[in-house]
């Protein structure tokens, strides 16, 4: 049997460390204004993923586990501690004696069991339900009793309780109604009374004011301490102001009007902040490259350009091969990130240190060139564009989004390079839902640039991307049998990946998935920006990470300069 | 009168109906919908289908409407995906906010566009010109700098909080000025400009005239008779400057973070929340009309000939 121990690394140690270099003293109380762009769509996190419903439940609410966003590190959280049978399959986790609720409820392992059970029960159309399954199939929770929980997954799972890092745990007192008359979705809306609303996390909503704000204060039955012995979390209140506008946002915070903005600095917006940050008006840390690249694909749906000419070599891999060698990555940083970026050649950017495998693309426009050449694209009438056999120009439409300029510089950058080795690309933007309509539901398109973000940094946590049947498998996805053998391949790596219970050997698999990843570019990536962020110089204890929310995924501790 | 305007609210209904419909129609009809935006791209079509039978979005867009008129008729607009509430909670608070900034800003415009309007149309010389200079400087600035630039000197110099609403009366009205300032300076320059022109013409009207030849002073003709004359343009268009200001202006609203009914509409919008678009276009309908209606009276009572005109109507 394998044990975790409960002395993990908590954010807390670190944040206190931080606290200490900086020779600041960490006390309790004040408050912190934070902002976010759009307000949560739900109270409920079962039944809404968005920024602001994630936030919620990050304040409001505690899980059995968590994954400290910094060292990427499994935390013991409401579990203290964990045990594993011998086939990886079955763990067996004991839960933090006397947490309560915040309506002062004790948390049982009953609550756990609920948790799953409701969020099984909203079946697809919850965002919980796919992250909580292995290769589609749902994990079998019981209580062994009220302070053991017991777990099976359906195969041998190699990140095991990783996965838990996903459910933020309901009270079952609460919701069981709701469960049992078929209401799970309409539980814990934004018309709910707070008071109504009880969690485990740091904070409580106490009000919520439609289009203006949300206002938490601190859980005085919050179950974590600090090393020290303080009464987590520091902070007495935290309020979230919703300010949609960047520009704002950004002003408000350089006049010490709000203390975080829960994204990171935009790149334009860089060069405003770093002076307000060299002025001492603002605390300003450069994280490094993001874990998350934007991305270009073609529709591989097999038949997808029937009757159109091009079809001979729009879903050809030299196409997109020939991409990745003609755009000039450094250009493309300096662009479109103003040079704050790295670039990648894959999925995984260098940040993600424990998978990342990456296979350097020399910028060539003269190979890019020689391989279209290969797929019938050669300049046949001497105007330095490209033709088919057919004469027809070498050309397609690729789709962005509008009103994100990240999108729109890279796309223009994209643009302007594939023209100098001959082949036009005609850009579209399009407002965010009629994108996703396009190459979600009709699937009519050609080519689309996009942000395409993962939601962990484990491959396995990914499946739904690397496997053909995934819903996030986005150049043709929910293949009911794989349309390629390079894919096929794939399919089983990765499912070998997620249960082999070495890492070094999931460490090989992995570097094997991505290298069939890199031979055939279903998407070709050119940079990974730098995440820098900002908060007021008041703001301290904070452990920023590169994954969202920067500086408040571990809020409990969170202080202020008193 | 009273039938002329029991006609004009008549109109008003009418027009509210008319908005209304469209929005929900144009709404259901561009590509995307509230589906789209609050599952995950990858969701699977299973999961997408189920939430659109939750949210009615899988019927037909007449058998919706259909649904919706019968319900708007006993005043139930619906419920807005986004926030989870009827648009019937939702709209009034909003509504008011925005009436509080167009208001306010419509007093700016007025208190200060007017009297510049007079000075700089009955006397040449370097004060008109100074105030014709910056009222062309505030109109060829679009909404959206204007309210940058308000936002910008805000946080430059502290003197006004920036977004949001503020909760006491005191810091309401506190964070009233950087929104109301960027609608309301704009606007000054407009009215400025009218006023100024129809000052201009008024007051080489024989009647002017006559007063100055029998000695009336210069200042006591311009503010006591040639100001009510000069004003019937002003009041022309001040009802269509009411009813736009309250139906919310997007731009300022979204930018100072005023939780107005222009911010609202925008998010609606964005999340294709067919109900509360709706609800704000209808709304935004309501109080155009009622803009109109209040031009019409006011223009009755500074240009006789239009109040005969209402008679002659009723």
Same mark, same amino acid.
């Given at each position: 049997?394998?044990?975790?121990?409960?002395?993990?690394?908590?954010? !807390?140690?670190?944040?206190?460390?931080?606290?200490?270099?900086?020779?600041?003293?960490?006390?309790?109380?004040? @408050? &912190?204004?934070?902002?976010?762009?759009?307000? #949560?769509?739900?109270?409920?996190?079962?039944?809404?993923?968005?920024?602001?419903?994630?936030?919620?439940?990050?304040?409001?609410?505690?899980?059995?586990?968590?994954?400290?966003?910094?060292?990427?590190?499994?935390?013991?959280?409401?579990?203290?501690?964990?045990?594993?049978?011998?086939?990886?399959?079955?763990?067996?986790?004991?839960?933090?004696?006397?947490?309560?609720?915040?309506?002062?409820?004790?948390?049982?392992?009953?609550?756990?069991?609920?948790?799953?059970?409701?969020?099984?029960?909203?079946?697809?159309?919850?965002?919980?339900?796919?992250?909580?399954?292995?290769? +589609?199939?749902?994990?079998?929770?019981?209580?062994?009793?009220?302070?053991?929980?017991?777990?099976?997954?359906?195969?041998?799972?190699?990140?095991?309780?990783?996965?838990?890092?996903?459910?933020?745990?309901?009270?079952?007192?609460?919701?069981?109604?709701?469960?049992?008359?078929?209401?799970?979705?309409?539980?814990?809306?934004?018309?709910?009374? =707070?008071?109504?609303?009880? +969690?485990?996390?740091?904070?409580?909503?106490?009000?919520?004011?439609?289009?203006?704000?949300?206002?938490?204060?601190?859980?005085?039955?919050?179950?974590?301490?600090?090393?020290?012995?303080?009464?987590? #979390?520091?902070?007495?209140?935290?309020?979230?102001?919703?300010?949609?506008?960047?520009?704002?946002?950004?002003?408000? &915070? /350089?006049?010490?009007?709000?203390?975080?903005?829960?994204?990171?600095?935009?790149?334009?917006?860089?060069?405003?902040?770093?002076?307000?940050?060299?002025?001492?008006?603002?605390?300003?840390?450069? &994280?490094?490259?993001?874990?998350?690249?934007?991305?270009?694909?073609?529709?591989?749906?097999?038949?997808?350009?029937?009757?159109?000419?091009?079809?001979?070599?729009?879903?050809?891999?030299?196409?997109?091969?020939?991409?990745?060698?003609?755009?000039?990555?450094?250009?493309?940083?300096?662009?479109?990130?103003?040079?704050?970026?790295?670039?990648?050649?894959?999925?995984?950017? #260098?940040?993600?240190? !424990?998978?990342?495998?990456?296979?350097?693309?020399?910028?060539? =426009?003269?190979?890019?060139? !020689?391989?279209?050449?290969?797929?019938?694209?050669?300049?046949?009438?001497?105007?330095?564009?490209?033709?088919?056999?057919?004469?027809?120009?070498?050309?397609?439409?690729?789709?962005?989004?509008?009103?994100?300029?990240?999108?729109?510089?890279?796309?223009?950058?994209?643009?302007?390079?594939?023209?100098?080795?001959?082949?036009?690309?005609?850009?579209?933007?399009?407002?965010?839902?009629?994108?996703?309509?396009?190459?979600?539901?009709?699937?009519?398109?050609?080519? *689309?640039?996009?942000?395409?973000?993962?939601?962990?940094?484990?491959?396995?946590?990914?499946?739904?991307?690397?496997?053909?049947?995934?819903?996030?498998?986005?150049?043709?996805?929910?293949?009911?049998?794989?349309?390629?053998?390079? /894919?096929?391949?794939?399919?089983?790596?990765?499912?070998?990946?997620?249960?082999?219970?070495?890492?070094?050997?999931?460490?090989?698999?992995?570097?094997?998935?991505?290298?069939?990843?890199?031979?055939?570019?279903?998407?070709?990536?050119?940079?990974? =920006?730098?995440?820098?962020?900002? @908060? @007021?110089?008041?703001?301290?204890? *904070?452990?920023?990470?590169?994954?969202?929310?920067?500086?408040?995924?571990?809020?409990?501790?969170?202080?202020?300069?008193? | 009168?009273? $039938?002329?305007?029991? $006609? $004009?609210?008549?109109?008003?209904?009418?027009?509210? %109906?008319?908005?209304?419909?469209?929005?929900?129609?144009?709404?259901?009809?561009?590509?995307?919908?509230?589906?789209?935006?609050?599952?995950?791209?990858?969701?699977?079509?299973?999961?997408?289908?189920?939430?659109?039978?939750?949210?009615?979005?899988?019927?037909?867009?007449?058998?919706?409407?259909?649904?919706?008129?019968?319900?708007?008729?006993?005043?139930?607009?619906?419920?807005?995906?986004?926030?989870?509430?009827?648009?019937?909670?939702?709209?009034?608070?909003?509504?008011?906010?925005?009436?509080?900034?167009?208001?306010?800003?419509?007093?700016?415009?007025?208190?200060?566009?007017?009297?510049?309007?007079?000075?700089?149309?009955?006397? $040449?010389?370097?004060?008109?010109?100074? %105030?014709?200079? %910056?009222?062309?400087?505030?109109?060829?600035?679009?909404?959206?700098?204007?309210?940058?630039?308000?936002?910008?000197?805000?946080?430059?110099?502290?003197?006004?909080?920036?977004?949001?609403?503020?909760?006491?009366?005191?810091?309401?009205?506190?964070?009233?000025?950087?929104?109301?300032?960027?609608?309301?300076?704009?606007?000054?320059?407009?009215?400025?400009?009218?006023?100024?022109?129809?000052?201009?013409?008024?007051?080489?009207?024989?009647?002017?005239?006559?007063?100055?030849?029998?000695?009336?002073?210069?200042?006591?003709?311009?503010?006591?008779?040639?100001?009510?004359?000069?004003?019937?343009?002003?009041?022309?268009?001040?009802?269509?400057?009411?009813?736009?200001?309250?139906?919310?202006?997007?731009?300022?609203?979204?930018?100072?973070a005023w939780p107005g009914l222009g911010s609202l509409m925008l998010d609606a919008l964005r999340a294709r929340d067919i109900y509360l678009v709706t609800g704000c276009a209808g709304t935004g309908a309501l109080f155009l009309a009622c803009g109109t209606l209040f031009s019409d009276l006011a223009l009755g009572v500074v240009d006789p000939r239009a109040s005969e005109r209402v008679q002659e109507a009723a």
């Open positions: 049997m394998l044990t975790a121990a409960a002395a993990c690394r908590s954010g !807390q140690s670190s944040a206190s460390k931080t606290a200490a270099l900086t020779n600041i003293v960490v006390r309790s109380g004040g @408050s &912190l204004i934070a902002s976010i762009r759009t307000e #949560p769509g739900s109270f409920n996190r079962y039944v809404h993923r968005d920024a602001g419903a994630d936030l919620v439940s990050i304040l409001t609410h505690a899980k059995l586990v968590r994954i400290n966003k910094a060292t990427q590190l499994v935390e013991p959280w409401l579990a203290d501690s964990w045990s594993a049978s011998e086939d990886g399959r079955a763990f067996t986790l004991k839960l933090h004696p006397g947490v309560t609720f915040s309506d002062g409820q004790p948390l049982t392992a009953d609550d756990v069991v609920f948790s799953f059970q409701a969020v099984y029960a909203l079946g697809p159309e919850g965002p919980l339900g796919d992250a909580l399954q292995v290769e +589609g199939r749902r994990l079998e929770v019981a209580a062994v009793d009220a302070s053991t929980v017991s777990i099976v997954f359906p195969v041998t799972y190699a990140p095991g309780v990783r996965i838990l890092d996903n459910l933020p745990i309901y009270p079952k007192h609460r919701l069981e109604a709701a469960l049992r008359a078929g209401k799970i979705h309409d539980a814990w809306g934004l018309s709910t009374p =707070p008071s109504e609303l009880a +969690g485990l996390g740091p904070f409580v909503l106490a009000d919520y004011v439609p289009g203006q704000r949300l206002v938490f204060d601190r859980n005085p039955r919050y179950f974590r301490k600090a090393a020290d012995g303080t009464a987590l #979390p520091y902070l007495d209140r935290m309020t979230v102001e919703i300010t949609p506008d960047p520009n704002t946002e950004l002003l408000r &915070l /350089e006049a010490g009007q709000i203390d975080a903005m829960t994204i990171e600095v935009a790149p334009e917006s860089y060069a405003a902040v770093k002076r307000a940050a060299d002025a001492g008006k603002v605390k300003l840390a450069d &994280l490094g490259v993001g874990y998350n690249a934007d991305t270009l694909w073609f529709n591989l749906k097999p038949g997808a350009f029937a009757g159109d000419p091009r079809a001979a070599w729009l879903q050809r891999d030299e196409l997109r091969k020939a991409i990745s060698l003609a755009v000039d990555r450094k250009i493309f940083a300096d662009t479109v990130f103003l040079g704050a970026a790295e670039p990648v050649y894959g999925p995984e950017t #260098p940040a993600n240190k !424990q998978w990342y495998w990456g296979r350097p693309t020399a910028h060539d =426009p003269a190979a890019a060139r !020689q391989l279209l050449a290969s797929i019938g694209l050669t300049d046949r009438n001497g105007d330095g564009m490209l033709e088919d056999a057919g004469g027809r120009p070498a050309r397609f439409t690729l789709l962005t989004q509008k009103g994100r300029p990240n999108l729109e510089r890279s796309v223009a950058v994209i643009r302007d390079e594939l023209k100098k080795i001959g082949v036009t690309v005609d850009v579209v933007t399009l407002e965010g839902l009629a994108l996703i309509e396009r190459f979600a539901r009709t699937r009519q398109y050609e080519a *689309v640039y996009f942000t395409v973000s993962k939601t962990d940094t484990d491959p396995a946590v990914n499946l739904d991307f690397w496997a053909s049947y995934g819903g996030a498998h986005i150049w043709n996805f929910a293949q009911k049998t794989p349309a390629t053998e390079w /894919e096929r391949r794939i399919d089983e790596l990765i499912v070998r990946q997620i249960a082999a219970p070495d890492p070094a050997e999931r460490k090989r698999l992995y570097d094997q998935i991505q290298e069939i990843f890199a031979d055939h570019l279903p998407m070709v990536y050119f940079a990974a =920006p730098r995440i820098f962020v900002a @908060s @007021s110089v008041r703001m301290i204890n *904070v452990t920023p990470a590169l994954l969202r929310p920067q500086l408040l995924w571990a809020p409990e501790a969170v202080a202020v300069v008193h | 009168m009273s $039938r002329y305007i029991v $006609r $004009r609210l008549a109109f008003a209904a009418l027009l509210v %109906i008319v908005v209304s419909s469209a929005s929900m129609i144009l709404a259901r009809l561009a590509p995307g919908d509230y589906v789209d935006l609050s599952l995950p791209p990858e969701a699977s079509a299973e999961a997408k289908a189920q939430a659109r039978a939750r949210l009615g979005l899988d019927r037909s867009i007449g058998a919706q409407y259909l649904e919706w008129l019968g319900a708007a008729i006993r005043l139930d607009f619906g419920r807005s995906f986004l926030y989870d509430r009827p648009v019937r909670e939702l709209i009034p608070g909003r509504a008011a906010n925005t009436a509080v900034l167009a208001l306010t800003a419509l007093a700016v415009a007025t208190l200060v566009g007017l009297p510049l309007g007079v000075v700089s149309g009955s006397r $040449r010389g370097p004060l008109s010109g100074t %105030i014709r200079f %910056i009222s062309l400087v505030l109109l060829s600035m679009p909404p959206l700098l204007t309210s940058l630039f308000l936002v910008f000197v805000a946080a430059r110099t502290g003197w006004f909080p920036i977004g949001g609403i503020g909760e006491s009366v005191l810091d309401r009205l506190h964070h009233l000025v950087v929104p109301a300032m960027a609608i309301g300076l704009p606007l000054a320059a407009v009215l400025e400009r009218l006023q100024a022109q129809a000052m201009g013409e008024v007051i080489g009207a024989p009647f002017v005239l006559a007063a100055l030849a029998r000695g009336v002073t210069r200042s006591r003709v311009v503010w006591h008779s040639a100001l009510k004359p000069s004003l019937r343009h002003v009041a022309a268009v001040y009802g269509l400057i009411v009813g736009s200001l309250l139906s919310g202006s997007f731009v300022v609203e979204v930018i100072t």
